[in-house]
């Protein structure tokens, strides 16, 4: 059922709504207030769903429980009259924090994220007007705005009045599923939108999907941007780290939004230009990627930790913690030691003890891993983090494998070592914020690969800053990635940026000493492993591919170079190799 004004109450009411709306403030800061508002209620199937500036744009009025479906059809009856009366009281404004006749921006798809990222537009002081295709979505985004200040939320249950409740030209913010439902929800809202509109894509979408669509409503004179939206939940509702990606003239038009909406650090808010075309999705994606890697590792210095060490979940808490005010500071070291401190409302233990080993994913890590194959960008910690994640999944066959290993001697752990707590747990730091560097190393590579083949152009810094808040990889040493990349736009590899460069020095001892302690348990370290043999192999300047070369030209006539001169070559191995 679209969306339905109070009429009759509407009416009596609007002076006092439009000298409320006369009064608000336009600061970003200060919600609006309206002096006069109507008891809503819920049960009723008489109810009318006043949930926006319906009937010629008259602020929002609260639900009304109407007695019966006549006296709700006489009210409406009388909606043409009441309309006017209703604009010639109502004070428009353009100014953000306060209800004007038309929303500044719509979002279309009311989840969790969409639902949290609306009230933080609402909340800086941009009206918005909300759509979801189940009614009870967009209602309940209604009641939470009115129940978290009021915020100027305006909910619609029909497509063609919520594009409509929009300024011109309007934008659209998308948040639902990747695929096949971003196609659809883009067919409906077309249908009633006009040359000149923009919609923003704000899912975790393909980039070329991203692209696709943007050629398709350009033929319709609209306009489509991808936004990569990070943070979760918190930061959807407080400020995420967003990635807008499109022409610079879309985000000039949602760059007044966005910039409020965004999470606000030291160096300004968390949202840039990223570059034409799919370059927002993109950079997400692998945003996503480095995230995989990040959790990955800490994951892998918990095992060490509590297997190796025999660290309680008590003093995990306090190493995690510890970590958490120097070099390893950020939003996932943080989390991670807050879980530690749960109880269990089931058992007498901690949640994360009962927790099962499985972790999903939803396909950005492995479109990274993808992606960095078809550019030839090694980035194997990412891939081992993605590798980890489907081997967890094989629960049944795993317990299974560790019956018959344990019958022939092979158990669990397969040492117990006398290790010096406070020592390990200073080692593991060490090796964990030097598997960090090489992960975000891999990350970053990958996307200036892409950048350089679509001609993007993006700044590889400026990627780091936006990311210092609000998103899911925050953290302390993102200002120092940027730095480097400051210092040298061009650099081939954060490995080789002074100050990275001497950090990994100054802690391979320790990164080295765990894996040998890890490897020696019989646990399974694949990130940090991966890490490791990534600075190793970086690092030397002759590899044994020589071999591996001459292996291909024996069996498939490849071709090698040499050391000494240029040129392709090849040599009849079988023929020259001696047989002894």
């Known amino acids: 059922m679209a969306s339905i004004s109070a009429a009759f109450h509407a009416a ?9 709306v006369a009064s608000t403030s336009g600061s970003v800061n200060e919600r609006p207030s309206f002096s006069a508002r109507i008891p809503s209620s819920s049960a009723s199937p008489f109810l009318g769903a006043a949930r926006g500036q319906d009937f010629g744009g008259a602020p929002a009025v609260e639900a009304v429980e109407y007695p019966s479906r006549q006296a ?41 994220m969409g639902q949290n990222l609306a009230l933080n537009i609402a909340e800086k002081g941009f009206p918005i007007s909300v759509y979801n295709r189940s009614a009870s979505k967009t209602d309940d985004t209604v009641e939470r705005a009115k129940k978290e200040g009021d915020l100027p939320v305006q909910g619609y249950h029909d497509v063609k009045e919520f594009v409509e409740s929009i300024e011109k030209p309007r934008a659209i913010i998308i948040l639902v ?35 696709r669509r943007a050629k398709e409503v ?23 780290s967003l990635m807008p990606g499109g022409t610079p003239e879309g985000y000039a038009r949602i760059e007044p939004i966005v910039m409020k909406v965004a999470a606000q650090v030291d160096s300004g808010p968390c949202v840039t230009y990223i570059g034409p075309g799919g370059a927002g999705n993109f950079v997400k994606m692998v945003h996503n990627g480095i995230e995989y890697g990040d959790m990955q590792l800490i994951a892998e210095a918990y095992d060490i930790l509590k297997s190796v060490g025999g660290l ?43 927790i099962l080993d499985k972790t999903g994913s939803k396909g950005t890590g492995k479109w990274t891993v993808q992606q960095a194959a078809e550019l030839a960008i090694a980035a194997p910690t990412i891939a081992a983090s993605l590798d980890a994640r489907y081997l967890s999944a094989l629960k049944d066959e795993r317990v299974a494998a560790a019956e018959t290993f344990k019958k022939l001697g092979v158990q669990d752990v397969q040492a117990d070592m006398n290790v010096d707590k406070k020592q390990l747990i200073d080692d593991v730091r060490k090796a964990l914020y030097a598997s960090k560097i090489c992960s975000y190393a891999q990350g970053m590579n990958v996307i200036r690969a892409k950048s350089m083949e679509q001609n993007w ?37 954060l490995l080789v940026d002074a100050e990275f460069a001497q950090e990994l020095v100054d802690r391979q001892g320790s990164w080295r000493k765990v894996l040998q302690l890890a490897i020696g348990a019989g646990i399974s370290t694949a990130g ?47 023929k020259l190799a001696s047989k002894i």
Not at 72 to 99: D, F, H, W, Y
Not at 192 to 200: Q, R, V
Not at 457 to 468: F, H, Q, S, T, V
Not at 530 to 540: H, I, P, Q, V
């Open 12 to 20: 009596a009411l609007a002076p006092a709504f439009a000298a409320s």
């Open 528 to 574: 940090m492993t991966a890490s490791l043999a990534y600075f190793d192999t970086y690092r030397r300047g002759r590899l044994p591919a020589n071999l591996t070369q001459a292996q291909r030209d024996y069996f498939g006539a490849h071709t090698y170079e040499r050391i000494d001169g240029e040129g392709a070559f090849h040599t009849e191995w079988s």
């Open 312 to 354: 309680t979940n008590e003093e995990m808490h306090k190493a995690f913690a510890e970590w958490n005010r120097g070099e390893l500071e950020s939003f996932l070291i943080e989390i991670s030691a807050d879980i530690f401190t749960v109880k269990d409302d089931k058992t007498d233990g901690d949640t994360v003890d009962v």
């Open 218 to 240: 350009e033929a319709k004179g609209l306009a489509y941007m991808g936004m990569g939206v990070s943070g979760g939940e918190e930061g959807a509702r407080n400020g995420p």
């Open 457 to 493: 152009n993006l700044n590889l810094g400026e990627l780091a800053r936006i990311w210092k808040g609000g998103c899911i990889i925050r953290a302390k040493f993102l200002d120092r990635i940027k730095k480097a990349y400051d210092r040298d736009p061009n650099l081939p590899s």
């Open 177 to 211: 599923k990747a695929g096949a439902p971003v196609d659809a929800t883009i067919t409906s809202l077309t249908e009633h939108l006009e040359p000149g509109d923009i919609i923003i894509d704000g899912g975790n979408e393909w980039y070329e999907n991203t692209e």
């Open 72 to 112: 709700r059809r006489r009210a409406l009856g009388r909606s043409a009259a009441i309309r006017a009366a209703v604009a010639s009281e109502q004070a428009v404004t353009s100014t953000p924090g306060k209800m004007t006749g038309k929303t500044k921006i719509g979002l279309c798809g009311l989840a969790v």
